[in-house]
């Protein structure tokens, strides 16, 4: 998609209305520069745009949203209009070339989006996605626009623990949040000083501050949903609050491990102690760079959620590409598989830090540390082989001549 502009149609006074900390005009401005547009301006304040392309999108009596607008950049026609189910318009339209160069005149004469609809009666007409718009004119309408955009904050990746528990506790933090000045890379750095207070707690010997550093690490793990959630609220997400957020949940387990360890050590100073600290920390970290690696080279996302071991090389229209690996269905009993599904949540981080605190209340330290350890092992053992692989699949990649691309179904 070569560059384009953007015009954010605001004629009414309903525009400067606010949800979930922005007006309709700041939220439409904020998602046509989140998919790309070089410039955005709006209608009424008399600036005209020139680009390869201009997108035009109403945010005078509507909250919009991404999927609203996407769909329009992957069509062929010269204008696009985006559509509901119903194949009404939507309130989104896209134009190029001389169509571009028509709509400019007609917003600086006073036109409305509507009139640039009707100005193209054969334009392609391309429905949008779900959470793509919601009306906006009266309090019942903005409130059932907030519940909406509220539907931003669950993810696929959330586990039972995330979606039951952190969930319902982050979400009523980011309303509270959402309408302050306080940014998501805010919100990560107040994770981090947690879990660094939690582990100084962890070092000392007594049960209460065994309790208290759990707790305080289990607070920043609750709070660390807040980040991610007010970034999708607002259309704030960055690569560097992506890596941010993504280091402070690493650096805050490989420390809560190190720390539980030497609370176990005061305790139980047996002569394999140090030697399994410094063999966790090695497993922690090479593990760290094995899936760091994959988001760099091979996803280039800072989220490590998206971490995909057991990759293939497969052929495509563009070219080698890398893929999950397609296998057979599993011959195992129901029982084991359910368990392995099991297993891929008690291992998180969400898991971990709500059963440490609970474990914390028995003083059982060396249960803790030793899980801990098994975990670093455990994922060290996995994720090696697997980066081994991968760099073996790059290597092929780069012989066929081209550049490492994933695709995921």
């Known amino acids: 998609m070569p560059g384009f502009d953007a015009v954010i149609v605001a004629d009414s006074p309903h525009a400067r209305a606010v949800v979930l900390g922005l007006t309709l005009v700041e ?93 193209f009666p054969d334009a392609e007409r391309i429905e949008h996605g779900p959470i793509a718009r919601h009306a906006a004119t009266t309090p019942a309408e903005r409130k059932g626009a907030a519940q909406m955009l509220l539907g931003l904050l669950n993810k696929a990746e959330d586990g039972p623990v995330t979606k039951y528990i952190y969930r319902p506790v982050s979400r009523p933090l980011t309303r509270l949040l959402v309408g302050t000045p306080v940014t998501p890379n ?148 129901a029982w084991l598989q359910q368990l392995g599904g099991a297993m891929k949540y008690i291992v998180r981080r969400d898991f971990i830090n709500l059963g440490a605190l609970a474990l914390t209340f028995v003083n059982a330290y060396l249960f803790i540390y030793c899980t801990m350890l098994l975990g670093g092992v455990v994922t060290f053992l996995i994720v090696i082989p697997e980066h081994i692989r991968l760099r073996s699949q790059l290597r092929e990649v780069a012989r066929r001549g081209a550049t490492p691309r994933l695709l995921v179904p």
């Not at 069509?75 to 070339?97: C, H, K, M, Q, T």
């Not at 970290?285 to 994959?294: C, H, S």
Request: proline share 5%.
């Open 186 to 333: 805010q919100v990560s750095l107040v994770v981090l000083a947690l879990g660094v207070l939690g582990c100084w707690f962890t070092l000392r010997p007594d049960q209460s501050s065994l309790i208290i550093g759990a707790a305080l690490v289990l607070l920043g793990g609750f709070i660390d949903g807040t980040d991610g959630e007010l970034a999708r609220l607002r259309l704030q997400g960055s690569k560097l609050g992506a890596w941010l957020d993504t280091v402070v949940d690493e650096l805050t387990t490989v420390l809560y491990f190190l720390a539980s360890g030497y609370h176990t050590y005061l305790h139980y100073p047996e002569r394999w102690m140090v030697p399994s600290m410094v063999l966790g920390l090695i497993c922690y970290v090479v593990a760290i760079y094995g899936i760091y690696y994959f988001l760099v080279v091979v996803s280039k996302t800072g989220n490590s959620q998206h971490y995909i071991g057991d990759l293939e090389v497969a052929d495509s229209d563009a070219g080698p590409v890398l893929r999950p690996r397609q296998r057979p269905p599993s011959s195992a009993p």
């Open 27 to 119: 939220r439409a401005c904020r998602v046509a520069a989140k998919v790309g547009a070089r410039n955005v301006a709006v209608a009424n304040e008399g600036v005209k745009p020139r680009g390869a392309g201009l997108l035009v999108i109403r945010a005078s009596d509507q909250v919009v949203h991404m999927p609203l607008v996407e769909p329009l950049l992957g069509g062929d026609g010269a204008v696009r209009i985006a559509v509901g189910p119903d194949g009404e318009y939507a309130g989104a339209l896209w134009l190029s070339g001389a169509a571009a160069d028509r709509a400019i005149e007609m917003l600086a004469a006073g036109a409305t989006d509507r009139d640039l609809v009707a100005a």
